[in-house]
């Protein structure tokens, strides 16, 4: 089987439909049609089974995708690699970066790399940060922007400071500073479990003694900054957040409300000479 044929394998799995994934890989029906049926003869069994709204995974199925998306992010991995020994100052970058930094340090920062090095191609991922730490592990990242993590690589790129957001009329918009004690009782809109903002924001409120109901849970941060907005919520944000969509920010008093946001990698085997420049330009003075 082709390498090509277990990508779009992957692609069928994800849509759970033949038809609309031949019209995102932009190939005929019968030619996605004739790869599933050549991979499934190959492995001597069915990888999907059609149900009404168009195919599922079978169980051997499961195992199979999840064979043919490591192939393929190894394949690419190495078409990437190859690219960068043969030419580094066109080489590939994969950077990982938290969902918070995406619509503030990030694009600035790439901005800004790409008019010293035109010719490096970065490859982005943006997750949260037990993905990241995943990525740089098996190689899928060579870089990422997130928090400090133990034992890889750290320069510091941003000290952020978080902030209570409340709708516009609270009872909290007039004032300044707020006590995190005072939220006992508010809902809050947060970020879901397993992200680490949300450990940021739990440590923050256990700290304060207090467990507020939650009444929306969002990844996007500034999807959250919106819900409370709406009068849906109150929010613990990053500063830059407040007031995007009229929230009021105001200061948290009484306990730490800084995170430090910086560059990792992994120092135990060399970055490609792409990755280093990058590490080394968004790390300079």
Do not use: C, N, Y
Request: no cysteine; charged share 25%; aromatic share 4%.
């Amino acid at each position: 089987m082709m390498v090509r044929d277990l990508e779009w394998l992957v692609t069928v799995a994800e849509l759970e439909h033949v038809t609309d994934a031949a019209a995102v890989l932009g190939v005929p029906q019968p030619t996605l049609s004739r790869a599933i049926a050549r991979v499934e003869a190959e492995l001597g069994t069915r990888v999907f089974e059609r149900v009404p709204t168009g195919v599922r995974l079978t169980p051997t199925g499961e195992l199979a995708i999840a064979a043919a998306r490591d192939i393929a992010d190894r394949h690419d991995q190495l078409v990437d690699d190859v690219a960068t020994l043969l030419d580094p100052d066109a080489g590939v970058v994969r950077l990982a970066f938290l969902d918070s930094m995406a619509g503030l340090l990030v694009p600035r920062l790439l901005r800004d790399f790409h008019q010293v090095a035109p010719r490096v191609r970065l490859v982005l991922r943006q997750e949260p940060s037990r993905e990241i730490v995943d990525d740089l592990t098996t190689g899928a990242a060579d870089l990422a922007i997130t928090t400090r993590q133990d034992g890889l690589g750290w320069a510091p790129l941003l000290d952020e400071r978080e902030v209570l957001v409340v709708p516009a009329g609270h009872r909290l918009s007039g004032r300044k500073r707020v006590a995190l004690r005072e939220l006992a009782e508010e809902e809050m809109v947060m970020i879901p479990p397993g992200f680490g903002f949300r450990q940021l924001t739990d440590d923050l409120l256990r700290t304060a003694g207090i467990t507020p109901p939650i009444s929306f849970e969002s990844q996007d941060l500034a999807t959250i900054e919106g819900l409370v907005a709406a009068g849906l919520g109150v929010a613990i944000v990053p500063e830059h957040l407040a007031g995007a969509s009229g929230t009021v920010g105001i200061t948290l008093e009484g306990a730490s409300v800084r995170r430090s946001i910086g560059l990792v990698w992994r120092t135990d085997r060399d970055l490609s000479p792409a990755a280093a420049r990058f590490r080394d330009f968004a790390s300079r003075p």
